[in-house]
Each structure stands twice: as C-alpha cells, then as structure tokens.
C-alpha cells in the first residue's frame, strides 16, 4: 500500500501518510533517513495552481488516502474525477480550435457539468487531422481538478503510466536506463515499450523486476478492454477502459494550517507556511528562503499584513472571487477592485454591475449604476455583500456561508456551503437555501459535520444582523 509524494506539501504530507517511498533528496534529508525505492501504488501530487492535491493510483489506496486526508480538517474536500488518469474512450470530435481538438468522451449525464465529459486533444499529440464529428480512440495522459478551466489533456497513443517506468504501446524504448535494466527479470509484454523514470536508478533488481510486473499486468489489462471493443464510430462517446482511480482533493485554510503543524514536527516551518505558498510561485520561493535563514525565529500566528503587503492585494488593486462548490467545480462571480484592506485580514472590494437579472434571493432588479461591496476576512465562515443604487440607496445584503476565507493575491478562494442569510432593504432577514445544503449531504458532497457547521455560521449570522 505505498505511495509517492510530490509538490509544495510533500513535508508536511510525507508525515501524515503511511508507507511513502521514493521520497526526494530533499525530503530524505528532512527526514534524516533513506524511503524505499519500491513501486507506489499510488501517487500524490500537488495540482498546479497549488490549491490542493491529486491522489491517483489503486483505488482501494486511493480511496484510503483520501479519506486520511478528509481527517485533516473539516475543510477538506474531495471528489471523484469523470475523466481519470490512463482511461481510454471512444470519443466524438465536438469542436476545433487552433491548437488541438476538444473531444466529447463520455455521454452528457445528470450530475458534474457537460465540460467534465470533454477533454482537450493537441494537434501535436495525434498523427493526422481531425475534423468536428470525427470519432478516435483517446486516453487520459493528464486530468484536470474540477475546479480549474482547463480540460483533460488527451492522447491518440496507449499508454501505461508510472513513476519509477512507464509503458507505450507501439513505442521505441529508450537506449539509456537504469544500470541493472539489461537483467531485470520481467519483460514488458510483446508490443510495449518500456521507458525507464529518472528514480528507476536507484531502485534494486526487486523493485526493477516488480515494476515491470505491475505495468505489464495493467498493459495486458488494456489490452484485452479494447482489442475486440467496437470501433468508436459505433459507439462515441464511451469508456473502454477505466484507467487508475483518480481522486482530487481541495485543500481550505484549515487544512493547510493542519499541514503546517505535521510539517513543523520535522522542521522548521513558519506560521501560515501551506497558505503563503498556496498564493504563488514567488511567494513560495520567499517562503522556502525565509525559513532558511530565519530557522526557529517564526511567531506563532499567520502575518497576513506582511504576506499580503509583499505579495497582495494592495489597495487599488483588482481581486477575482473564486466561488468553489460542493460538487467541485469554481465559479468567477466577478472581479472588483480593492478598495481597502488592513492589517488583520480584512479586504473591502468594490464591483460595479450591469443592468438585468436580479439580486440572487433578494428578489430585487439589477440597475444601471448598482454597486456591490464585499468585505472578506481571512479565515471567517462567512462574507457579507451590500447591493446599493447609484443613489446610495441600500438595495439589499447577501451574506455568503462558506469554508475559511482565503484571500490570495489575484483571488479569494472558499467553497460555498449553499444556506446563506439575506437582508433586504426594508430590514426583513431571511434564511435561504437549507434544503440545498441538506440535497448536498445526502449526496455526499459535504459532510455532516461541515454541514453542521454551516447551520450553526448562518444562524449566528441571523442573529447578528
């Protein structure tokens, strides 16, 4: 049941999981010990925008790992990806663009948005063009979090991925490899070509030998899904074969102050560490530098006014709201303009609105000239926003349930828990959306618990105003 570590939380995460092998140098030193050079049979990955992680491999260690990490704070989210790692489809050409081809994979369904069900097939990744309506064979080569714009990455080439080997079918293995590659006592099956990880050089003949296994019996496995599957013009959109169990998980600011408490048992780790890095690259960078030179001379609370003076947001500037939801998708509710902040963690943002529609639950029309003003508070359950007219006139407040605040610095990152508490101008207060938080637990997209929490955040809220 081993797994493999990698991104801006493997510290923190290789103290929290059990059985990690092939560790890096630097988390071995951190550790001040050696970690097998053995197969993984699931891998953890930080996402690219650094908001959380990707679990992907066996799904009952997937699974387990998951729900290890769920237990780090309430949160903590996951969900289950629709197009995941290595999974090969028969798909249907919906559109295409300049660089490649989007790829309906999967039939539309009740349940995750259309876009889920597409992938995005480069031009330099299939041997001759394709046109809309169009059907091919594809395979996963990289998923996507939910919440993120950007589709899965697909290919035209089978392929069985690793971390120590991979596999390709019709491939050409590689000259170079590890020392003992040219005895290793397993060969990959007739058809696949074996290329060799950079950490396959330190493995032994064993690990060398039972990852080729390993990979083999998944080659066969694909293999024998699709070697007399209908072609894809008979069947379009669908799954041949499923891949590895692919699980995302979000990480709130809880959850990364819970990893800075794991990572601060092995080394020395500053006071909101996983929050600052989560913001950006170069605040990542300053953090690993800050903690070099300034080893055990950390306070004990997150320097919000100093992350953001250095990093953002800074008056004037502008801030996108990224709503998250329960099913894992975010959503851009605007960007506004920062017309305050303070040095505990409070940002006023100013957003000017277009004619039509009307205020969500206030029942009220947007009109030309209307303004909505946000407050955020680092770390809060909640965020009030007040609609007023060109005039001035109060038109309304919507005061937003959600996990911890985090204000970064081009966005505010939360998910939202449904059930909020509106004010509307003549002072009445209301409570709204129970009954879709209540749809979410019984679909087992939010824990009980947190779901509790949320009852409890909008009550006080009621209360309040």
């Known amino acids: 049941m081993t797994v493999r570590v990698r991104g801006i939380y493997a510290t923190a995460l290789t103290a929290f999981l059990e059985d990690v092998v092939q560790a890096s140098p630097p988390i071995c030193r951190r550790f001040e010990g050696s970690f097998p050079v053995a197969p993984a049979r699931a891998t953890v990955e930080a996402t690219a925008d650094r908001q959380g992680v990707g679990v992907h491999g066996a799904p009952e260690r997937v699974e387990m790992i998951t729900e290890r990490l769920r ?56 041997t001759r063009h394709v046109e809309t309506g169009e059907t091919l064979r594809v395979q996963v080569d990289e998923p996507r979090p939910p919440w993120t714009d950007d589709r899965p990455v697909l290919g035209t080439t089978l392929r069985i991925q690793g971390t120590l080997a991979s596999l390709a079918r019709g491939g050409t293995a590689r000259s170079d490899g590890p020392e003992l590659a040219d005895i290793v006592p397993a060969e990959p099956p007739e058809g696949w070509a074996l290329d060799w990880g950079t950490g396959a050089e330190e493995a032994d003949l064993d690990a060398l030998g039972e990852v080729t296994e390993l990979l083999g019996d998944r080659a066969r496995a694909l293999e024998e899904a699709v070697v007399d599957a209908p072609e894809p013009d008979e069947v379009a959109p669908h799954r041949y074969w499923a891949g590895v169990a692919t699980r995302w998980v979000w990480f709130g600011r809880e959850s990364r102050f819970a990893l800075d408490d794991h990572r601060r048992g092995v080394t020395a780790t500053m006071p909101g560490h996983h929050r600052t890095k989560a913001g950006s690259r170069a605040a990542s960078d300053a953090v690993d530098f800050v903690e070099r030179v300034c080893e055990g001379s950390a306070t004990d609370t997150f320097p919000f006014d100093a992350v953001a003076t250095q990093f953002g947001p800074e008056t004037g500037a502008t801030l996108t709201i990224g709503h998250g939801k329960p099913d894992g998708r975010r959503i851009e509710l605007g960007t506004g303009e920062v017309v305050d902040r303070d040095s505990d963690g409070n940002v006023r943002l100013r957003r000017e609105l277009s ?23 680092e770390g809060r359950w909640w965020y009030p926003t007040v609609y007023r007219g060109e005039d001035g006139t109060r038109r309304g407040t919507y005061v937003n349930v959600c996990t911890p605040v985090e204000i970064f610095p081009d966005e505010v990152r939360y998910v939202d828990l449904h059930v909020d508490v509106i004010k509307h101008a003549d002072g009445t207060v209301e409570r709204v959306d129970d009954d879709e938080l209540d749809a979410a637990v019984e679909a087992g997209l939010l824990r009980p618990a947190l779901a509790e929490r949320a009852r409890e955040v909008a009550a006080a809220v009621a209360t309040a105003l």
Not at 83 to 98: K, N
Not at 363 to 370: C, K
């Open 71 to 126: 237990s780090l704070a309430s949160d903590t989210l996951a969900w289950e990806t629709r197009l995941p790692r290595d999974a090969v489809y028969a798909g249907e050409v919906v559109e295409t663009l300049g660089s490649g081809a989007l790829v309906a994979c999967e039939p539309d369904a009740d349940g995750p948005p259309a876009g889920d069900r597409t992938g995005f097939l480069p031009y330099s990744k299939t």
């Open 355 to 377: 004619a039509g529609g009307t205020y969500d639950a206030l029942d009220v029309e947007i009109q030309a000239g209307d303004v909505a003003v946000t407050k955020f508070q």
